[in-house]
């Protein structure tokens, strides 16, 4: 009797957990739809919206700062990141792009799939580098030089 006890322990707290964990992705989900549906309100021309970019960091920040999700938004003028904790936006404009890469690590981190790494003049004038996991990275260096063109 008590071996069903604990069995049916755990098997309460591991439905417990998975309800938890499914009201958790709901509520990300949730606030992915938000956010896009915030960033094509506010750039209703971008040639292409990521809801959900996953940002490695931006190289002159250094590699001990916060990764985080945001929305990343590609306009005839500028790539702009909006990451959602901390509410931060990074901007870069297209005319300052050097080139782009596909490194598998940036800054120390990695996700063992290629990035979408975005190298820059920032407005100080030297160079510098953002990095993020987008979902079809094809896509996106394709847009990003149609639109550099």
């Known amino acids: 009797m008590e071996t069903f006890g604990v069995i049916g322990l755990v098997l309460i707290l591991l ?20 956010k896009e549906a915030s960033a094509r309100e506010r750039y209703p021309n ?3 919206v990521d809801r ?15 990764r985080g999700i945001g929305s990343l938004i590609l306009t005839d003028s500028d790539l702009v990141f909006e990451m959602w904790v ?13 080139t782009l890469e596909n490194p598998t690590w940036f800054l ?15 407005e100080q004038g030297t160079t510098d580098a953002m990095a993020w996991q987008v979902p079809d990275l094809s896509d996106w260096m394709r847009r990003i030089n149609e639109a550099r063109s």
């Open 15 to 34: 439905l417990v957990l998975a309800v938890v964990f499914r009201g958790v992705f709901v509520m990300l989900e949730n606030t992915a739809r938000q």
């Open 46 to 48: 971008a040639r292409q």
């Open 52 to 66: 959900a970019a996953s940002f490695f960091g931006q190289k002159s920040r250094g590699a001990t700062q916060m």
């Open 86 to 98: 901390p509410n931060t936006e990074f901007r870069v404009p297209l005319r300052s792009i050097q």
């Open 108 to 122: 120390g981190k990695s996700r063992f799939t290629p990035l979408l790494m975005v190298v820059y003049t920032n």
